[in-house]
Every structure is written in structure tokens, then in C-alpha cells.
């Protein structure tokens, strides 16, 4: 459903530059990534059984995939993050979202936005009300920080 037809962010030199310097910051491979998305989604899944949503996100949105080239581990840690939120119950939002760090919070959000990006993978309903309650809770800075943060998830 794109609106237009060419990528102009694949035209900026500036940002082609940033994702290639952040590329380089990480000392792990793409296979070590997605080996660590895994292992991280057992650890999540067994949380989600038991319950506790809180842990779950802090183990799904802690050292999440950054970089080119990590678009497999990527979207499988946004389906991961995803699970966490379709399985809270809804009056359970607020006080999830109230015991997470101000940073998880932040890529909690990247995520939503990830998922309002791609309607048909995600559950747009269950987004807004997750970001209703993060913007409550963080005020418009999380808005700001996630939106000025050159790092996707």
C-alpha cells in the first residue's frame, strides 16, 4: 500500500552512511543474531505460558537486532514482541507498560511502530492501545526518541 513510487530514503546519502557505520558496530554475525532471536523466543514463550507478560517483554526487547542485513531476525523478534502483546489481557496494559524501563519502553514502541507499518502481519487494534497506554505513561518524548532514533527494529 505504498503511496509512492520511489524510495527516497534509499536516496539519502546521509542515511545510507549511518546504516553502514551501524552495521559495523556490531561484532556479531548475522547467523549469531538470528541464533540469539531464537534462543530469546524460547525464553519469551515460556513467560507468555506462565503468564508473566512483563518478563517476556524484557527479554524480547532487550538487545534487539539493529543493522542491515538482519531482516530474517528482525521481523521474527517483531513477531516475538507481537505474541507478547496479543497475549496480555487488556486491563493488564497499563500496569505492563508501567513496570517497564524507560528505554524498553522506547523499543517496545519502535515495534508498534514496525507492526502500524504492516497491517496485514500485525493486529493494528491491539498496537493502538498498547501505544495509547505508552504514550500516557512516557509522555510525547517517547514519540520524539523513537521517531529521532535513526536505529529500526
Known amino acids: 500500500m505504498a503511496h509512492r513510487k520511489l524510495a527516497i530514503d534509499d536516496l539519502d546519502v546521509e542515511n545510507q552512511e549511518m546504516t553502514e557505520q551501524m552495521q559495523f558496530m556490531s561484532t556479531r554475525s548475522n547467523e549469531e ?5 531464537d534462543q530469546k523466543a524460547a525464553a519469551v514463550r515460556a513467560a507468555i505460558t506462565r503468564g508473566n507478560s512483563i518478563e517476556a517483554l524484557e527479554k524480547a526487547l532487550a538487545d534487539p537486532p539493529y543493522g542491515r542485513g538482519l531482516e530474517p531476525a528482525q521481523s521474527s523478534n517483531a513477531q516475538l514482541v507481537s505474541e507478547i502483546l496479543m497475549a496480555t489481557r487488556a486491563q493488564d496494559i497499563a500496569s505492563v507498560v508501567a513496570n517497564l524501563a524507560d528505554e524498553d ?49
Open 33 to 37: 543474531v538470528a541464533s540469539m532471536v
Open 105 to 153: 519502553r522506547d523499543v517496545l514502541l519502535k515495534y508498534i511502530y514496525h507492526g502500524l507499518a504492516r497491517p496485514a502481519e500485525f493486529n493494528c487494534g491491539v498496537l493502538l492501545s498498547w501505544h495509547e497506554r505508552i504514550v500516557e505513561n512516557g509522555g510525547l518524548g517517547s514519540i520524539v526518541r523513537v521517531m529521532s532514533d535513526r536505529r529500526v527494529v
